[in-house]
């Protein structure tokens, strides 16, 4: 009786302490809000203003939050000038989070341990000011780990074991720290890219290394052998025995494998193993992959006679006959797979930022522009697909629609319509070549109202983007044959590679994130006030040509200023020292809207964030100004 009312007593207390854990763990709202309370220089984070919960299905409606099937995926923080604590502990009450990035900002001090987190499959702390030595085991136990980048710290010691017990591990990025030692023999087989360069590290590249390029190991003067230049002086020992791999995931079928695998299954008996029928089926086995591997090798061997393909073929995206599809994300369009794209006639319209673009006429669709993306490695595979089927939901008359995308590790391409009325920026800059009359002032009101529109449309949209377009410029708002505006390439920072990013991408170019190396909700606002005064003086932003972050006295608000001066009341009169000449005749009542616009595009630029306009109130004062005629 007694062993019974102790059993009783053991499960009524073991359900009220389940009871009294969950009703005191916290909501997905409140668990972010505890972490940003960790956090220093985190009070452009809004998310005490956002609206709940943070994630609607896929769609994040709190910045750097990112979401799938409502509940939060990953935090995406990146260059917002973040000190502080990652608290690691706040983040376990994430089940599902799998991608942390904290790239960029200013977090420092020894390596937060992330070994609780183990359902992670991303971790991005570079660029910040991390430092000493990583523990042994700081990665032990996260055997979902595939992408790993602690570059441009001031880590030291000897990089960790514990890197190797990492099973699917791709994607590693040591360099740019002060690691010493040797090397540890990576022997995950899918590892793709290892970047050890601009280290202390010494000793002899490892074997199964030796594939990456040079630069991956450059600036480490005790590195050598291949794929380095140096030779090793004399027959070293080879790095220190490492752990065997950790088990990995039950293998796939594959075309072909350099021998038959023996691990992960005992022996078969020793009468099977005597059994000539055995021995006759490795026999055949054997030939078979010899033959396999001469054909391949006769293949590779063709493959790299072949010359070099034009440069106004289709992008090589895939040069292997293999059927690939495109991924359409428009139910309304007839579908084509990548072959077709590649064979299609195609034309070189130019090379932008990122790639180039190919104008490609398939069948009797309309013609289309694919842009090709190598520097598109920001997001993981899972990760990029669900920011394109965002992307691919976006409705807008002023947004150009994303019609489909291919993805491949080494480049992706993104396809969209073809406009024939060319960019913003060649009918402000180029219309006498192209044999066009310029903009009159309607119209270019007309082109300011739908780059407004369609901004103000993607932060509906994307509440959970720092910058929901980021890169907003003339020549990337495309003009239909009445001059519409179609804005393009937004929304493309979560995917693009940081570093390109940074060195190209016009929110990075900022006052903002020139003084404090971070940018804010209102740094689009910034690029769209440029894009205003562009419009109304028709001078180009020439610090936009600079890679990097420019600070320079051709800020075009700077330039208006200098001539204008701060009072408003005097820009009637001085307004001609800067309008646009090929503006054509003005009304008096159009010089006043011109004025007020004007106002409105230095508003956007004010240094001082808190004097900016937010997007709402811009749009709302630039939908004001009318002129006499219709739109």
Same mark, same amino acid.
Request: hydrophobic share 35%; proline share 8%.
């Given at each position: ?127 910040? *000011? ?5 523990? !042994? ?75 990456? =390029? ?39 079928? =594959? ?50 006679? *072949? ?5 106004? =073929? ?43 673009? &190919? ?5 009797? !669709? ?38 489909? &995308? ?54 509906? !949209? ?39 990013? *940074?060195?190209?991408?016009?929110? &990075? ?61 005097? &820009? ?44 709402? !109130? ?14």
């Amino acid at each position: 009786m007694a062993t019974s009312q102790f059993y009783l007593r053991f499960i009524l207390f073991s359900i009220s302490s389940m009871l009294f854990v969950h009703s005191y763990s916290l909501s997905e709202p409140d668990t972010l809000l505890k972490f940003k309370a960790s956090l220093r220089n985190a009070s452009h984070l809004d998310w005490e203003k956002s609206p709940k919960p943070p994630c609607n299905g896929h769609r994040s409606r709190w910045v750097g939050v990112v979401c799938m099937n409502s509940s939060v995926l990953g935090l995406q923080l990146e260059g917002m000038g973040l000190s502080g604590t990652i608290d690691v502990n706040t983040l376990t009450g994430f089940p599902n989070l799998k991608s942390l990035s904290f790239m960029n900002n200013r977090f420092n001090g020894s390596m937060p341990d992330f070994r609780k987190l183990k359902t992670l499959k991303s971790l991005y702390l570079s660029k910040n *000011q991390f430092s000493g030595d990583i523990p !042994e085991n700081a990665f032990k136990g996260l055997i979902k780990m595939m992408k790993l980048y602690l570059s441009g710290n001031k880590f030291t010691g000897e990089i960790p074991s514990s890197v190797l017990d990492l099973p699917k591990l791709k994607e590693i990025k040591l360099d740019r720290n002060q690691f010493s030692g040797r090397i540890p023999d990576f022997r995950q087989t899918n590892l793709q890219v290892a970047n050890f360069s601009n280290n202390e590290l010494e000793g002899p590249i490892p074997v199964r290394l030796r594939r990456m =390029t040079a630069t991956m190991f450059s600036g480490n003067k005790g590195l050598c052998g291949a794929p380095l230049k140096k030779k090793c002086s004399s027959p070293s020992p080879s790095p220190s025995p490492s752990p065997p791999p950790p088990p990995a995931p039950p293998p796939t079928p =594959t075309v072909a494998s350099s021998k038959p695998s023996t691990t992960g299954a005992p022996p078969p008996p020793p009468n099977i193993m005597r059994s000539p029928i055995w021995l006759f089926m490795i026999i055949f086995l054997a030939g078979v992959l010899i033959l396999f591997s001469i054909f391949t090798g006769f293949l590779m061997d063709r493959r790299r006679e *072949q010359p070099p393909k034009s440069v106004e =073929t289709p992008p090589p995206a895939v040069r292997k006959a293999e059927a690939v599809k495109l991924c359409f994300l428009m139910n309304d369009r007839e579908k084509f797979d990548l072959t077709e794209l590649l064979k299609s006639s195609a034309e070189v319209l130019g090379s932008g930022s990122f790639g180039a673009s &190919y104008k490609a006429a398939i069948r009797t !669709e309309p013609a289309m522009v694919v842009k090709r993306f190598q520097q598109m490695n920001n997001a993981g595979k899972e990760e990029f697909h669900d920011h394109m089927k965002s992307l691919g939901r976006l409705r807008h008359k002023n947004l150009l629609p994303l019609i489909a &995308y291919f993805y491949r590790r080494e480049e992706k391409l993104l396809v969209s319509d073809f406009v024939p009325n060319g960019s913003l920026a060649a009918h402000l800059h180029g219309h006498r070549s192209l044999g066009q009359p310029p903009l009159d002032w309607p119209t270019r009101l007309r082109i300011v109202k739908g780059v407004a529109r369609g901004l103000y449309h993607l932060y509906k !949209e994307l509440p959970g983007l720092v910058a929901p377009h980021g890169h907003l410029k003339s020549s990337n708002v495309l003009l239909n044959e009445s001059f519409e505006p179609l804005l393009m390439d937004y929304s493309l920072i979560p995917v693009i590679n940081q570093e390109s990013a *940074q060195e190209l991408m016009v929110v &990075y170019k900022s006052p903002e994130y020139v003084k404090t190396g971070r940018i804010t909700k209102k740094t689009d606002l910034w690029s769209l006030g440029v894009l205003i005064i562009e419009i109304l003086t028709g001078k180009f932003p020439t610090n936009f040509l600079h890679k990097g972050k420019r600070n320079d006295d051709q800020d075009l608000a700077v330039w208006v200023t200098s001539v204008v001066g701060d009072d408003h009341e005097d &820009y009637v009169k001085k307004i001609d020292l800067i309008l646009d000449k090929d503006i054509g005749e003005i009304s008096d009542g159009d010089r006043r809207l011109i004025v007020e616009l004007l106002k409105i595009g230095l508003s956007c630029c004010e240094l001082d964030m808190e004097k900016r306009l937010d997007l709402k !109130e811009a749009v709302e004062r630039i939908e004001g100004l009318n002129v006499d005629e219709k739109e």
